[in-house]
């Protein structure tokens, strides 16, 4: 903890000595209230020391004063200013505080007194990666591991800047191989539980977050990485008690708000849920679209003297399903500006011909930027302005307006088919994050098939011929391939699909919104935890009164929830 000092006077103080030694005994113990108050008294009594400075300053930090800190290594360093610990310290402290310039300025400095210094490579590999100077970055994160190739953080950091470049599976390997060093940092594991995560593997994801806490105990983004992944794993009560304990130290964490805002939600807790729901847009960031736009959020209320811009994030299904309250902001007297992914333009526009409907682009196109825009507001956000209560979800039949032409030939292409209902049907998801849990295999859909009576349409995404032929060695004729599969670039396509079926039988994905959305009859086969807007219990959706939910009764059986799908078509029954 001590460092070596330059002083220019040869003797030090020895009072000043034993109240350092006391202090560094004390911090070593942990007592550090005890040992600010020594390593206090020995600054008094020499304060032409930096080591005293220096050590004054590891305590302030690990008490969590970062001001306080940050001015005794500033001061340790106008006494010598080549005092390499405080040079490094300080870069950490500005590195914690999102000052990276300033943290780069420190390690270089620290790096012209002593260049052989591999964490020093290290870390200005990765301020230089936050940068966007991805090519200092690799120099500097090689250089850090020609000098220790077993640098677990090093390690770490050439995954990050892997994962920068697209490549996950290089991503993975590097903080694989941190993890495997003699000290692997928490970072590394923490970074693995986030590809885990990613890639659909949230039970993997919950044993590398611990293992990342075990080494961070008080990292709150680890927490409420580790509550998310809880989530997604079905077990609400552990992600719930982990909430609580991370928010007992960042009572303001928005990503904890956030999570506790799904669960309050997801069981149906409208008035605790949008209390926190809408802290993701308590200030713009880089994950949603609100810094494009100088107009503030809107409140609600109806907009005087201007106009109200409306944009769509997240995936297709959360547009379609927010797209349901454009329809309330514009019975309210707004004029409207929809800002929208290119698939869905031509469909709000006839959907919503009073509103002036935009292609989402970076930087924005025109209309959406313009200077009558005086309020905004993510679709996503729109629940707890509009819904906050359940007597607010209307009793609708259908908001989207396909294209009629579509729907007509897809309707005669369809009779060709046989005779019988005409229903379409989706099975699986290639979300690779959420996709693997609500996601089944086609022959687990043989008593659906097997239904009398009914011609079956694949609306799965792209071609799935093989399954589907597969299925016909089987004796299975009555299931046909999509007449137009690539109906993920095609959103028109499947609304109009859709439209000419009789019904749909779906998992609980695209198809199901957008079924819901025309207000036509279908059943949803929903997983045991779902996102939130399907809840965790009844066998109705109040964003779509046509749909049936049919749930997953445990995670991992499908036989069941399917069972009654079959039974309920048997019966000609495709809708509550």
Request: proline share 6%; aromatic share 6%; with cysteine.
């Amino acid at each position: 903890m001590t460092s070596t000092s330059n002083r220019p006077d040869a003797e030090a103080s020895p009072v000043a000595q034993e109240r350092l030694r006391l202090g560094v005994s004390l911090a070593r113990k942990d007592d550090l209230e005890r040992a600010d108050r020594q390593l206090a008294a020995a600054v008094a009594l020499d304060p032409s020391d930096a080591r005293l400075h220096y050590n004054f300053a590891l305590v302030a930090a690990r008490q969590g004063r970062g001001r306080v800190a940050e001015s005794f290594y500033r001061s340790a360093l106008s006494l010598d200013r080549r005092h390499r610990s405080s040079l490094n310290n300080l870069g950490q402290l500005l590195m914690a505080q999102k000052r990276q310039s300033e943290a780069e300025t420190q390690f270089r400095a620290s790096l012209a007194c002593d260049p052989v210094q591999p964490h020093c490579h290290s870390a200005i590999g990765i301020i230089c990666l936050g940068l966007n100077r991805v090519v200092e970055a690799r120099h500097h994160l090689a250089a850090a591991l020609a000098l220790a190739p077993d640098y677990g953080l090093a390690l770490h950091n050439m995954g990050l800047l892997s994962d920068r470049d697209g490549r996950a599976d290089a991503a993975k390997h590097w903080f694989a191989l941190a993890t495997a060093t003699k000290d692997p940092p928490a970072e590394a594991y923490f970074s693995l539980g986030v590809a885990a995560q990613k890639a659909g593997h949230a039970d993997r994801a919950v044993g590398l977050y611990r293992e990342a806490l075990a080494r961070m105990p008080d990292n709150t983004d680890a927490r409420a990485n580790l509550a998310n992944a809880l989530i997604e794993v079905g077990d609400i009560d552990e992600a719930l008690a982990e909430i609580g304990r991370a928010l007992d130290g960042r009572p303001d964490h928005p990503d904890l708000l956030w999570s506790l805002s799904w669960i309050k939600l997801l069981r149906g807790d409208l008035d605790a849920g949008f209390a926190t729901y809408g802290v993701r847009w308590a200030r713009a960031h880089e994950s949603n679209r609100q810094k494009q736009f100088n107009a503030p959020l809107w409140d609600g209320r109806r907009v005087e003297h201007g106009r109200l811009l409306l944009w769509g994030e997240s995936g297709v299904g959360d547009e379609v399903l927010c797209a349901g309250m454009i329809g309330d902001a514009l019975a309210a007297g707004n004029q409207v500006v929809i800002e929208t992914d290119r698939r869905f333009v031509p469909l709000f526009q006839r959907s919503y011909p009073g509103a002036e409907v935009v292609l989402r682009k970076t930087p924005p196109e025109p209309p959406a930027v313009a200077s009558d825009i005086v309020a905004q507001s993510s679709t996503l956000r729109l629940p707890m302005l509009l819904r906050r209560r359940w007597q607010d979800f209307p009793k609708h039949q259908g908001y989207l307006k396909p294209d009629p032409v579509r729907v007509a030939d897809y309707r005669q292409r369809f009779a060709r088919l046989g005779p019988g209902r005409k229903i379409g049907l989706a099975w699986a998801s290639t979300n690779a994050r959420t996709g693997g849990r609500k996601s089944t295999r086609l022959e687990d859909w043989m008593p659906v098939l097997s239904v009398p009576g009914v011609q079956f349409v694949s609306l799965q995404y792209g071609a799935d011929n093989r399954q589907i032929e597969l299925l016909r060695t089987r004796g299975v004729s009555n299931l046909w391939a999509n007449p137009s599969p690539d109906i993920r670039a095609d959103l028109e396509a499947l609304a109009a699909q859709i439209a000419a079926l009789d019904a749909v039988v779906t998992i609980a994905g695209i198809n199901a919104h957008m079924c819901g959305a025309l207000g036509k009859p279908g059943l949803v086969l929903v997983q045991h935890t779902p996102l939130w807007f399907w809840f965790d219990r009844g066998e109705t959706s109040p964003w779509y009164p046509s749909l049936t939910l049919i749930r997953q009764d445990k995670s991992l059986d499908w036989q069941a929830p399917i069972a009654r799908i079959a039974a309920a078509l048997a019966t000609d029954r495709p809708a509550g």
